[in-house]
């Protein structure tokens, strides 16, 4: 059991891709707890392990030592991820793939493109709604994906450079459009980016290095 509050904790958590000479630490023995209403921002440089600490924390890969914990009551819809790269369905369209996650959750057909098409809105992107992915730009894509977050609304929600295609303008509303989902939901948010205007609208910020998550003291 994790105590009352908290959502995912990383103890030590290390994730390794391959073996012996081959081997990549993309995670050293990160400590991390998230909790209801956190706001945190993951930066640091390409290849630092910003992606694989989320992957880790979202569940996708288990940590090769250590331990990830997530909160009992935390099942997979509860937590959210905008991947890093395109994850579009490309057989459909952007309504339907903003719709998604409610139409795997048994909601009628009519609410789930109601809740996609206010997603949609929320992230200017209403407009693309009967496109297919094939037909949007990478930073269309990306708003797209960040929309179908927001139609989970999970309690963990977890967004991987969600402003890195974007221009600084669309980025700042692709965030507020995050941050208000928070605050809306009490979830937990955690953004990773090499932007310093992106993390400084975070609560707090972690930096990763070479794989390691700094402790906050350790940032120079
Ligand atoms: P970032 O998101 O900060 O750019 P990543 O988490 O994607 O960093 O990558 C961290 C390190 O792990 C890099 O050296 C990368 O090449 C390596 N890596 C990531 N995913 C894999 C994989 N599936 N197989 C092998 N190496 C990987
Ligand atoms: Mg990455």
């Keep these: ?11 030590d958590a290390a994730l390794t891709f391959g073996r012996g000479a081959q081997a990549v630490v993309a995670v050293h023995g990160a400590d991390l707890a998230l909790a209801a209403g956190d706001r945190l921002a993951v930066v640091g440089p390409s290849g630092s392990g910003k992606s694989s600490l989320l992957h880790l924390l979202a569940g996708l890969e288990r940590p090769t030592s250590g331990t990830v914990r997530r909160a009992a009551g935390l099942g997979p819809y ?13 057989a459909l369209n952007v309504a339907e793939n903003a719709a998604l996650p409610l139409v795997l959750a048994d909601r009628p057909e009519d609410d789930a493109r109601q ?18 992915p094939e037909e949007i730009s990478g930073g269309q894509a990306q708003r797209v994906a960040v929309a179908r977050l927001l139609t989970q609304s999970p309690r963990l929600m977890l967004a991987d450079e969600p402003t890195g295609r974007l221009d600084h303008a669309t980025g700042a509303r692709v965030l507020d459009a995050l941050l208000m989902a928070a605050d809306h939901t009490g979830a937990a948010l955690v953004v990773t980016t090499h932007d310093p205007a992106v993390a400084a609208r975070l609560t707090t910020r972690r930096t990763m290095r070479g794989g390691r998550l700094l402790a906050p003291e350790e940032v120079s």
């Design 1 to 11: 059991m994790l105590p009352d509050g908290l959502l995912v904790t990383c103890a």
């Design 78 to 90: 509860d937590i959210g991820l905008v991947f890093q790269g395109d994850s579009l369905i490309p």
């Design 115 to 132: 809740a996609a098409l206010a997603a949609l809105a929320r992230v200017d992107a209403a407009d693309l709604a009967d496109r297919l």
